[in-house]
């Protein structure tokens, strides 16, 4: 029987009341020590500092960076952070049903392999890290009840940014770049069995039959699963996400 002591903590996610849970000691032991050490880094630069997390889909990113920076607001001895996604850089749906890509000697459109790194703006991303580094900018974000990103929806503002996104540590050609930009870089692995049982029941939750999510994970989320364990790219430390759901720090 786990003796992991699970809490529930009440976050705002989307503008809704929402509950999450994590395991206390990782909260103490990962979470809050890695804060301190952003902290401490901004604040002997003396400068905006920005933080990228890269993860594979189903690993909760969005959620855990909503996390630390609601844990960063409500400690006196934590310089604040901001989460900011990279979602808002996909290229909009009329762009990527214009646009195609060759797959398996298939030519198909951006639209059918949404997620993938070729359906973002990588070089807009680029630049807009850039500005953020020197200075408040606005920020787009991905717009679900419209599926497609609305730009300018946010200000980046805070002395600490975390960003989250599946490629921003993609060791290819576009994406190589933005590594010089960040500040520090964190990336949590998962196998992908525990991945793709996490997808399906996603899409099960959304209304899908079992047959059918596993259908969409192999012809959509596979892919991405498969690119992001082959490709993401080194990083300052590593997480790696359990059975459970909790995460542990990697043994370098």
Do not use: C
């Amino acid at each position: 029987m786990s003796d992991k002591r699970w809490q529930n903590y009440d976050m705002t996610v989307n503008g809704l009341p929402q509950k999450v849970r994590y395991n206390a000691d990782t909260v103490e032991g990962l979470f809050l020590p890695l804060l301190h050490r952003l902290t401490k880094r901004q604040r002997e630069a003396d400068r905006r500092i920005l933080v990228f997390l890269a993860a594979p889909p189903a690993t909760g990113k969005s959620t855990l960076l909503l996390f630390l920076e609601q844990l960063s607001q409500e400690r006196a001895d934590l310089t604040e952070t901001q989460a900011l996604g990279m979602d808002g850089f996909h290229y909009p749906n009329s762009y990527l049903e214009t646009h195609f890509i060759t797959r398996g000697g298939k030519e198909i459109s951006l639209k059918s392999v949404k997620g993938a790194p070729e359906t973002f703006d990588a070089e807009g991303l680029a630049a807009k890290l850039a500005a953020a580094k020197a200075g408040a900018t606005p920020w787009p974000i991905y717009d679900r009840r419209i599926h497609d990103p609305r730009p300018d929806a946010m200000t980046a503002d805070a002395p600490i940014l975390l960003i989250e996104g599946n490629w921003l540590l993609l060791d290819e050609e576009r994406w190589r770049s933005l590594r010089a930009l960040a500040d520090f870089t964190l990336r949590i692995d998962a196998p992908p069995a525990l991945l793709r049982g996490r997808l399906i029941s996603r899409k099960v939750q959304g209304g899908l039959s079992e047959a059918e999510a596993a259908a969409f994970y192999e012809s959509s989320d596979a892919p991405n699963v498969e690119r992001f364990a082959a490709h993401a790219g080194a990083a300052d430390e590593v997480w790696r996400m359990e059975a459970d759901g909790d995460f542990v720090r990697a043994a370098r």
